[in-house]
């Protein structure tokens, strides 16, 4: 089992760049494929990104391609998400998961264990 606790949230003017962090817990942390995905009110969470186990391969939702990064340090249990040049419609929740499935995936049921999100709001 691990715990997820994301950090690194908050308001930022269109343009400008958040980190967000996810702590996890457990000695095994390795093991798992890592997401970020994000919610707004009244909307499915939606996928944002992944990483495999070794941090060697990524994946990007079209919407964030090329603006957002992915990354993870397995010896400190931590994944990232750089967000640059953000826009108000990247307002939302942001939700890191952990995913010990066999194969990679961007579906939310797929995953195992989800953190409490941090809010991320962009001003226009």
């Known amino acids: 089992q691990v715990q997820l606790v994301e950090s690194g949230g908050g308001l930022v003017q269109a343009g400008g760049s958040l980190r967000l962090s996810c702590a996890a817990s457990?000695?095994?942390?390795?093991?798992?494929?890592m997401g970020w995905f994000r919610q707004t009110p009244g909307k499915d969470r939606e996928f944002v990104a992944r990483?495999?186990?070794?941090?060697?391969?990524?994946y990007y939702a079209d919407s964030v391609k090329g603006r957002f990064t992915i990354s993870r340090d397995n010896a400190k249990n931590l994944v990232y998400l750089q967000m640059n040049s953000l826009k108000p419609e990247d307002t939302a929740v942001y939700y890191c998961?952990?995913?010990?499935?066999?194969?990679?995936?961007?579906?939310?049921?797929?995953?195992?264990?989800w953190g409490q999100g941090t809010q991320v709001t962009v001003s226009s």
């Open positions: 457990g000695r095994t942390f390795g093991n798992y494929r």
């Open positions: 990483i495999s186990r070794s941090g060697g391969s990524t």
């Open positions: 998961a952990a995913n010990a499935g066999a194969l990679p995936t961007i579906s939310v049921d797929r995953y195992d264990y």
